[in-house]
């Protein structure tokens, strides 16, 4: 059975960063501000989210911010497995991981810049460190691709260098930060229509530091607990119905998007709940032409890390499909050391549903 993380990280070495990023946008692009003992992370001139007595060397590790486990670590001295591809190959072999697919970290908040050419500068270089990580072995590390949405021209052009000059395998945004529109919106329509030629998904993706924008930002100021549930979570229930309602798929058949680090239990109910609408108020949803969940089962996907509760009713709803497993190494919250074993070994779910949450489901919806 082959098993494939769906969503992990890397962990940004600023330096080699700003190297990667162009001359006149590295003053915009992740950097460290020493702060006490520690450090602070801005990006684009904006701090990002940080709870008083954490430390980003703590949070980029696993279990860091456990509160009898944390080291008051800064961002360089997190564990080696998020900067060192050859370490994460070795920690792979040892969990029994075939392959990753690559996010960064502090990079992910590049996509809230605001400024169009400062954001695409930006994500540019986030990209290119991304795809030099993962280039130290392309068969098993495969990487995820920041866009800059906050305009859909330069989304566009990033979107093909990302794809055709570095490989990526997937493109991503924030889930709850976008440009001019939301993203259901007619607006992106270029942008879609880019993705769905380039042949790979697009996938939202919660990022715990980026505070410019959402509902959690919102709701929950200076409380990164609730904030870090939020923002992963609520936003991803938000874009999937704006996504299905608006008719996206409708538009281009071959689509697929990802709703990533949100978990997967909300999914059932909520496509549940979608389908009740569309029996009622189908009529008032002109561009929706097929039902919710059918839309659901042959376009999206949701992660699902080992801890989840109620994973079998989860993987039943769709018979397996839908969901793919997603280790979130190196972070905090990690669970396992990233071991996908207690998914694998989980004989109470079907056979085959472990397969495909484990492996095929991922190598089915990045095409690899």
Not at 114 to 122: D, F, H, L, R, S
Not at 312 to 335: I, K, N, Q, Y
Request: charged share 20%; with cysteine.
């Amino acid at each position: 059975m082959k098993i494939i993380d769906a969503d992990s990280h890397l962990v940004e070495n600023f330096d080699r960063l700003h190297e990667l990023t162009d001359k006149r946008y590295r003053s915009y692009a992740p950097r460290l501000v020493p702060h006490g003992p520690a450090e602070m992370v801005q990006i684009g001139g904006v701090y990002q989210a940080q709870a008083p007595g954490m430390t980003w060397g703590d949070t980029n590790s696993r279990r860091g911010l456990d509160h009898d486990k944390r080291q008051m670590r800064k961002w360089n001295e997190a564990e080696k497995i998020g900067f060192d591809p050859a370490a994460r190959l070795a920690l792979m072999d040892e969990i029994g991981v075939d392959g990753s697919i690559i996010f960064p970290s502090a990079g992910i908040g590049v996509g809230a810049i605001q400024i169009p050419e400062i954001a695409a500068g930006v994500c540019r270089g986030v990209n290119r460190y991304t795809a030099e990580f993962c280039a130290a072995d392309s068969d098993r590390l495969w990487p995820a691709a920041n866009m800059p949405l906050a305009n859909r021209d330069v989304a566009v052009q990033e979107a093909k260098y990302a794809v055709q000059e570095l490989g990526a395998k997937t493109l991503f945004g924030l889930s709850g930060v976008h440009g001019p529109e939301r993203l259901y919106h007619p607006y992106w329509d270029p942008f879609f229509e880019t993705v769905a030629e380039l042949g790979v998904p697009f996938c939202t993706h919660g990022g715990g530091g980026a505070v410019r924008g959402g509902l959690a930002a919102e709701r929950f100021p200076g409380q990164y607990a609730p904030y870090h549930m939020t923002t992963h979570t609520i936003e991803a229930m938000l874009i999937c119905v704006g996504m299905i309602s608006n008719g996206v798929f409708e538009k281009w058949p071959t689509l697929k998007i990802g709703f990533f680090e949100a978990g997967a239990g909300w999914m059932p109910f909520w496509l549940d709940r979608l389908e009740e609408k569309y029996e009622h108020l189908g009529w008032t949803l002109p561009e929706l032409h097929h039902a919710p969940i059918e839309v659901f089962s042959k376009h999206c996907a949701v992660t699902a890390e080992v801890e989840e509760g109620g994973i079998g009713p989860t993987l039943a709803f769709l018979d397996g499909r839908g969901v793919m497993w997603s280790s979130d190494l190196p972070h905090f919250d990690c669970e396992d050391d990233g071991s996908p074993r207690r998914l694998a070994d989980n004989n109470v779910l079907p056979s085959s549903h472990r397969e495909r949450v484990l492996g095929l489901n991922a190598l089915d919806f990045f095409g690899l």
